[in-house]
């Protein structure tokens, strides 16, 4: 199922074939603008020289070449991804490019796909208005070994324990910007204090700091299992991001559901913003014991002027794989692009046998090249293609609850581990498995809004997130 492009370019999708970096292709989520590498010194890294390059990029590959402006004076505008916002603003208020084409950094993204690695706290943090949570903590993380897991709550952030200040007067004073500002940079060796209260340990005072660490795609603690729901045997796999490292950890747990003759699956995939579209065809493989070599797992469509690059996609089984009978997709509004092409792409096989269930997803139906200006150390993500499934389904921009028959509203409830039985979202997707009715998820843009607040949290996001960030909403 790998799909090679012309050599010239490195094809990212944070849910397309390929690896990170240079010949991958990425599908993968966010929202926000880019981040802007510093330029350097080096022959053609000019600010103007960089502008000129991203205009000429966008003008060939561009999935909505009708959107561009005619021309667009870059003088104006401080810095690259400005002008990039500016290029592309057309598009983006039409809802078809949602600050998906932006502009990183070539090293940060290659170590991130490559091996999950980044700088933070290692939690995904969540607002509920104007309190914050960590809705997930990750393995090997100095949040995790401060006792701080799903369901902490946050109150009170200072640069120590003597300048604490209150989480809903730093959004008083700034709003989530503010908030932002207050964790501190991404870097490692930033500290913080920061006043936590969970039913665990209770109201404490902790201090972090920010370490290098390698975001694990498939949790040891919970992300692989076999619920057993009053004797109904059901697998469950939660994936947080498709990067090459998650290729033996799913492998594993599909051999783990193949051996024990499961055969009804959940794919928990609620904060997952995307990632390489190489993991999305592993995943459909490995639910593709059944399917043929002929059988189509997504079409990949450029431009008219690159119709040559124009793919299809076969299933092809592995040794691991099951013969899914009934597979529930947990998603929110940050399920996005790599996660949403497993869905789609498995629907015209499972029909009314497959489920979204918590609510409704992103909405990322096309994916990215990535174009890179080595010398400067900038990697241009661009959308240049739509992605569609064995019908030709696609055009979610609405997210999936428009595509999917059966649908099930649930809580994202952070009270209980995820893939407890307990727990809103595992919950109601085993109801779905076993047969039981459930109230659907409301498709429309304008109720996707509304059914925010009930259903999922909004991720803290930065107005530049870091390539980890866009792919793992919330992560700090």
């Known amino acids: 199922m790998r799909r090679t492009l012309s050599a010239l370019i490195a094809l990212s999708l944070s849910a397309c074939s390929g690896g990170g970096g240079s010949g991958s292709v990425v599908a993968g989520g966010g929202s926000g603008g880019g981040s802007t590498p510093t330029p350097s010194a080096a022959a053609g890294c000019t600010l103007r020289e960089r502008q000129d390059w991203a205009s000429a990029q966008l003008n060939e590959w561009y999935l909505f070449p009708e959107t ?9 505008y401080a810095d690259l991804t400005s002008y990039v916002d500016a290029l592309t603003a057309t598009a983006r208020s039409q809802g078809k490019d949602r600050y998906f084409t932006y502009v990183t950094s070539i090293a940060e993204e290659n170590a991130y796909y490559n091996s999950g690695a980044s700088a933070g706290f290692g939690f995904r943090l969540y607002l509920n208005g104007n309190r914050l949570f960590s809705a997930e903590t990750f393995e090997g993380t100095s949040a995790l070994t401060a006792g701080i897991d799903r369901g902490t709550e946050i109150t009170e952030i200072g640069n120590d324990a003597s300048s604490l200040r209150s989480v809903s007067s730093i959004l008083a004073a700034g709003g989530s910007a503010a908030l932002t500002d207050a964790l501190g940079p991404n870097t490692a060796g930033t500290t913080r204090a920061m006043r936590v209260t969970d039913a665990a340990a209770g109201n404490r005072v902790v201090t972090l700091s ?17 619920i057993d ?14 990067i090459n490292t998650a290729e033996t950890p799913l492998r594993n747990a599909f051999a783990q559901f193949k051996a024990a003759g499961v055969t009804e699956i959940i794919v ?18 490995l639910l593709g014991a059944n399917r043929s070599p002929s059988d189509v797992f997504d079409y990949m469509t450029f431009r008219a002027s690159k119709s ?3 793919t ?7 040794s691991q794989s099951v013969a899914p009978t009934r597979v529930a997709f947990i998603g929110t509004s940050s399920t996005a692009s790599a996660s949403e092409l497993v869905a789609a792409a498995m629907l015209p096989y499972l029909g009314n046998n497959l489920a979204l269930v918590g609510g409704n997803t992103y909405g990322k139906p096309v994916g990215q ?8 150390d900038d990697r241009f993500r661009i959308i240049a293609f739509a992605l569609q499934n064995r019908d030709h389904q696609g055009a979610y921009f609405t997210g999936l ?8 509203k649930a809580a994202d409830d952070i009270a209980w581990p995820m893939g407890d039985a307990r727990e809103a979202s595992t919950r109601a997707a085993l109801d779905f498995i076993e047969g039981k009715a459930c109230t659907p998820i409301t498709a429309s843009a304008a109720a996707k809004a509304t059914a925010q607040a009930e259903i999922a949290r909004e991720p803290l996001t930065p107005a530049r997130p870091s390539v980890p960030q866009r792919d793992v909403p919330g992560l700090f």
């Open 268 to 285: 928990d995939v609620r904060y997952n913003g995307g990632g390489l579209v190489s993991i999305a065809e592993l995943m459909g493989n």
């Open 308 to 310: 040559s690059s124009n």
């Open 401 to 408: 609850a428009s595509l999917v028959p059966n649908t099930c």
């Open 312 to 318: 299809t996609s076969y299933f092809a089984a592995q």
């Open 369 to 376: 090249i990535a174009v890179d200006k080595a010398a400067c």
């Open 229 to 242: 729901d009053g004797g109904h045997r059901v697998g469950y796999v939660n994936l947080r991001t498709f």
């Open 210 to 226: 920010k370490t290098d660490y390698s975001l694990t795609p498939v949790s040891a603690r919970y992300g692989a299992k076999i």
């Open 68 to 76: 561009l402006p005619a021309s667009l004076n870059p003088a104006p």
